[in-house]
């Protein structure tokens, strides 16, 4: 991050609330990080977006971003991507970025965006065929023979993982 003015102090300084942070600095960094996406027609009927909705069941035309979705999941905080931006991603086409994506495997499959979306988009039926379409296209995620045996201790048993994995697909 850069400060925006010669001679600005808030730049200098150990930012302690966000109140103190520069709007201009804000508002450039924001514009540094928008994502460019070109749309066409081949994209928004690409195999991949047909196989999602045949996947899923769901349409993500229906999502009109409001965000509820996003401003109630638990995982939020751990993903690389909203899962209001997801649904975003598959309507401009960008399946295969939301593949890429961290968010589908931190989706817990709680339910509590589907609760709350005024729109009924079930976004964990889309997360899930996402995650099957990741494991069908990209293969594994995770080699676990490069998992050191202390970090291996620490994670979910692995019938909790199969059962999750069965889940999946
Ligand atoms: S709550 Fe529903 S309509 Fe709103 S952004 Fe999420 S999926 Fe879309
Ligand atoms: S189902 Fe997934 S995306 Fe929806 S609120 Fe739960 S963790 Fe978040």
Known sequence: MRCCKPGCIIGAQKRTTA???CDEVRAENAVDTIMKIQLTADALRSDLAR???EMSGEDPLACYQCGK???GCP???FMDQLPNQIIRLLQLGSVAEALRSDTIWYCAACQTCYA???KGVDLPR???ALRELALQELGDQVD???IDAGELARLPQQAFVAGF???TG
């Open 165 to 167: 994995r069965k889940y």
């Open 116 to 118: 709350r979306c005024p």
């Open 69 to 71: 979705c996003s401003a």
């Open 51 to 53: 196989r999602v909705q």
């Open 19 to 21: 109140a103190l942070e």
């Open 126 to 128: 889309l997360m899930e």
């Open 75 to 77: 995982s939020a905080a």
């Open 144 to 146: 676990v023979a490069k």
